[in-house]
């Protein structure tokens, strides 16, 4: 079996999407997700001019090895473009070896490990009775588990809270920012939420790497009597020993990752069981080959799987995401934002969300197809994530 082409097919639904598509001379194709939000044209270049022109006359069934001499060929290693480009091509490698096979891809992970993938979704106000609405919004449509994200009293905007989250600008939007003010209120709201909602509802929340080690760590501590499945990414982790000081003073779970692109940004996060999740999402960690490799590296030291699930993951990169939560041994929740009705039109797809639990479905492969005429009615349209200012203007982390 032979690849004879690979096409790159960027289109906005909703979000803009970047998928590859693979085919092979006995005409089975592949997809896989090459969606990295903000910068989605980098690694449209990459693939075109760089990947695709390797990967034609290959044999599709190297999964390892076509994952190995992108990596090392490469020479310039790791990085979010490259590893964005990786991810797409193993994912549709595994697509067509499972369409091959004639099993969905989890059987080909070694089965399923479980019924069902517990999700969990968002829920957002700019003030309490806002927040208590959307809470209620998400458990009228099933999810078991909830991300709580509030406005901050004195900032009129803040991420996430109250208006579509991600990227809805061709230029960034700005957003002030006040830690202090952000973790004078933070508890309050959680006190409130347990107050109407009582103690079983399992509460998450989204810190989007603002704080200070020594600062995430007074948030983990003033949170732990509202009892938090987990604090998510609380402080920028490319310096992974600041991990230890939170760790030393917080029973909070902690989760950490949706940024990260190999498994060298865990080691000393998982080496020393400084977090409880890791968040890395295929699309964004080099496909399905190297996310697999980093689950067995964390179940080493319990740590459990929370695969990166916002909207601007593509549904290819949902799909696969999902064969691999129901294998591993060590998963532990799904996020699920969703996409737009016509996201779901374009790539149409096997997987189910029901009662707030997903199943990738038994069609062979990933079970996603991309209907390429509605895609190319949809063009890319430039957006940007907004930026955080302080309030005499510093550029502040996210
Ligand atoms: O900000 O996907 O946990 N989820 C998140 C997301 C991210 C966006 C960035 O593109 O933090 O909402
Ligand atoms: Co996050």
Redesign the pocket.
Known sequence: MKIVDARVVVTSPGRNFVTLKVETDEGVTGLGDATL??RELAVVGYLRDHVVPLLVGTDPHRIEDTWQSLYRGAYWRRGPVTMAAIAAVDVALWDIKAKVAGLPLYQLLGGASRERVRTYG?ASGRDIPELFDSIRARQAEGYPAI?VQTGVPGLERV??VGHD???DAARPVVEDWDTAAYLRSLPGVFDAVRQEFGPELVLLH?A?HRLTPIQAARLGKDLEPYDLFWL??CTPAENQDGLRLVRRHTTTPLAIG?VFNTVFDYQTLVGEQLIDYV?SAVTHFGGVSPLRKLFDFAAQHQIKSAI?G????SPVGMAAAIHLDLAIHNFGIQ?Y?GHTPLTHEVFPHAYTFTDGYLHPGEAPGLGIELDEELASAHPYEPAY?PINRLQDGTIHD?
């Open positions: 939000n903000g968002h991300r991420y996430g989250a991600a990227s989204d989007h998510e990414d949706e968040r990166h916002p909207e601007d993951i996020e934002a994530l996210w």
